[in-house]
């Protein structure tokens, strides 16, 4: 069931420590928090950017421009689309956006809805920015609400409601009962009656000769397509990192990751081929592997989770070639328990200064790793990494794909300074 034995000597370490209080990792590791705008109760409320879900009716309603409603239900259903559905999540969807907007409407803000287009300007606009959908469309809205997209030094906050929390989740969004009575969140908001929230984001910096970038690509819209290109300039690297790394410049991409950066090959059944480099350390780590993901404490609910959990048979399977002495030691606590305790460890603060990497499937035969004792998944301050791929991204929060292919440098890195403002209500 198990790879090789560093799994097993992981999880010893991780069950060691599973009490351990992860909310003062921050601290521990010497955080800066930034510098909250305003007190909440001088907050002024006047103008609000509610950011729409793009549905799946609407999506395919993109896809068929030059067909009628009825040309367009007649091809879903044709296709084995169960069309009723679409409509019914279509129409929920609609009518609790137009909830949100009387909300703020009724507390006397002035409210612009956008679904696709989020511009600088409009993104500059806006007091509070107000996602409405899942986890998602916070995370489109997050992405453009980065002083590095806006161009501009000006924090502006982040609150999101859960369209539909009988089938979403939705961690980033307030608690579901606000979804039930959502004029008495904007209520709270506009009295100041909130805390301030500060979820830290993964800024990646691009290492090279010309000081180049390439083109970004939109996967919001599930298609190909062009994005508004925001400019930073390249600049040049001092002489201990041009020397370390081989380059000259570097230029900072105008995206924040609010969860992730993931690099690997666009085709998924293709080994990834990476090239690691440590909090700045001596060693280049080689790794080939399914892919690298790089996670906030925000994005360690998320895929970071689903990469590195263990499930009830893995457990099972443990227990199973565990010494007698250690199943005496661990007789009064259930396979369940101890899976929820794995599992819940892997989550970090939201505001912790660290990053975490994982290594989805790691190669562990032959000459690979190198060096032998690379561990596939840790903490770290910054990672510098190196493609060697044929045909590979690297995307930012699932949203925004660069190309990272043989010969791409870059830097992740958490600065305080690009923290995410979000509003948080208990």
């Known amino acids: 069931m198990f790879k090789s034995k560093s799994f097993l000597q992981g999880f010893a370490k991780e069950f060691l420590c599973v009490n351990r209080n992860v909310s003062s990792a921050a601290g521990k590791h010497g955080q800066t928090v ?16 509610l950011v729409s879900k793009l549905s799946r009716y609407e999506f395919e309603q993109l896809r068929h421009p030059n067909l009628s409603a009825q040309q367009l ?46 511009s600088k300007d409009i993104m500059r606009w806006a007091d509070v920015i107000v996602p409405i959908g899942g986890d998602g469309t916070f995370l489109l809205a997050a992405g453009r609400a980065s002083p590095l997209f806006a161009q501009s030094q000006q924090k ?25 009575n ?8 506009k009295s100041g009656d909130f805390q301030w929230m ?39 690297l001092s002489k201990e990192m041009a020397k370390k790394y081989k380059a000259k410049m570097h230029r900072v991409l105008p995206y924040l990751a609010l969860n ?23 060693v280049v780590n080689k ?21 590195n959990r263990v499930s009830k048979k893995h457990m099972e399977d443990l227990f199973h070639i565990l010494p007698d002495t250690a199943k005496q030691a661990l007789s009064g606590i259930s396979t369940e328990e101890l899976v929820q305790k794995y599992n819940q460890n892997l989550l970090f603060p939201p505001d912790d200064p660290r990053i975490c990497y994982s290594i989805r ?50 830097l992740l890195e958490i600065h305080p300074e690009d923290a995410l403002l979000a509003i948080s209500l208990d």
């Not at 290492?207 to 397509?225: A, F, K, Q, W």
């Not at 090959?265 to 001596?282: C, I, M, P, T």
Request: aromatic share 8%; net charge neutral.
């Open 182 to 189: 959502p004029a008495d969140a904007v209520a709270k908001i």
């Open 73 to 118: 239900e007649a091809r879903l259903r044709d296709r084995g689309t169960d069309f009723d559905t679409l409509m019914y999540l279509h129409n929920l969807h609609k009518d609790f956006e137009r909830t949100i907007v009387r909300s703020f409407q009724n507390v006397g803000c002035e409210v612009k809805l956008a679904n696709r287009s989020l």
């Open 260 to 282: 992730e950066v993931f690099i690997g090959e666009s085709l998924s059944a293709r080994v990834s081929h990476l090239q690691l480099v440590v909090d700045h350390q001596n």
């Open 34 to 49: 930034p510098t909250v705008p305003v007190d909440p109760t001088n907050f002024k409320l006047q103008r609000a950017l």
């Open 287 to 307: 790794t080939k592997c399914s892919g690298l993901c790089v996670s906030t404490g925000t994005g360690s609910t998320s895929w970071h989770t689903s990469i």
């Open 198 to 236: 500060h979820r830290s984001r993964i800024r990646t910096t691009l290492l090279g000769n010309n000081g180049n970038i390439p083109e970004s690509t939109d996967l919001y819209r599930h298609c190909v397509s062009k994005m508004e290109q925001e400019k930073t300039e390249p600049q040049y």
């Open 156 to 180: 502006t906050p982040i609150v999101g409601f859960n369209s539909d929390p009988q089938r979403s989740e939705g961690r980033l969004m307030l608690p579901k009962h606000y979804s039930e």
């Open 361 to 410: 499937e790691q190669i562990c035969v032959g000459v690979w790793p190198s060096p032998k004792d690379f561990e596939s998944r840790g903490f770290v301050k910054n990672l510098f990494v190196k493609s060697r791929c044929i045909d590979a991204n690297l995307v930012i929060d699932g949203s925004i794909s660069y190309p990272f292919n043989d010969g791409a440098k870059a």
